[in-house]
């Protein structure tokens, strides 16, 4: 059962606009949420975060919206640059018992076109 | 660099053979967590150590073993080893486990099982 979906494996942006990642779950009690970012033959490299109790948070060019009630959350980069082409996971946590149980999503691969 | 290390970074072997995978994490952190990716996969969370102990396991497999040792680093041992085994292991490591724990990811072992 996949508890963290990224629905579009593939996304293609030309340089300079923006880049949306979106990302969609289906359990309640994730109360954190992160964005990683995967270069071929490496360890994701994490992004980015947001906790359940805000909507929004930002780091430079990256911004993440999280949308509770329609259990969503979105991964917006502006401007786009080739070297963000990689391939972006979501993950979700929730604390169980003694410690986190982590969710990822399957990833997105986004191309930005110079 | 995550400053998370693995090895061996590449693994061939037999089917029914078994295999150690190590992991290295941060400096002063005492969570590790191990993952699986498949081809096209999401990353599957295996199983999760705190300062020595198990704290959280998911998708493991009875064939698959884990520790964490007392200097912090962790092994991953794979036995009875089947073609469907063949994939990414990463580890990830953090600081503690709880509200807000990021995790930092290392390179990865890719085990080819012919």
């Known amino acids: 059962d996949q508890q963290v979906k990224q629905n579009s494996p593939s996304l293609s942006v030309q340089e300079g606009r923006i880049s949306i990642l979106n990302c969609d779950y289906t359990?309640?009690?994730?109360?954190?949420f992160l964005w990683y970012k995967k270069y071929p033959a490496e360890g994701p490299t994490f992004l980015i975060s947001?906790?359940?109790?805000?909507d929004k948070n930002e780091d430079g060019r990256f911004t993440v919206f999280l949308n509770k009630s329609a259990k969503h959350l979105s991964l917006h980069i502006v401007p786009s640059q080739p070297g963000d082409s990689a391939v972006y996971f979501c993950?979700?946590?929730?604390?169980?018992?003694?410690?986190?149980?982590?969710?990822f999503g399957t990833g997105t691969s986004l191309t930005v076109i110079p | 660099d995550s400053g998370v290390t693995q090895t061996p970074k590449h693994l061939i072997t037999a089917t029914g053979q078994r295999v150690t995978l190590r992991c290295s994490p941060r400096s002063g952190d005492l969570s590790v967590y191990w993952y699986q990716q498949s081809l096209d996969q999401g990353l599957q969370f295996l199983i999760q150590y705190y300062n020595g102990e198990e704290r959280a396991k998911g998708n493991i497999l009875e064939r698959f073993s884990a520790q964490q040792f007392p200097d912090l680093h962790s092994e991953l041992n794979l036995s009875s080893l089947e073609l469907g085994d063949s994939a990414l292991y990463f580890c990830?490591?953090?600081?503690?486990?709880?509200?807000?724990?990021?995790?930092?990811f290392g390179p990865g072992t890719r085990l080819l099982v012919l």
């Open positions: 990830a490591s953090s600081v503690a486990t709880g509200w807000e724990e990021t995790q930092y």
């Open positions: 993950a979700a946590s929730a604390l169980v018992n003694t410690g986190n149980q982590f969710y």
């Open positions: 359990n309640s009690m994730f109360d954190y």
């Open positions: 947001i906790s359940s109790i805000k």
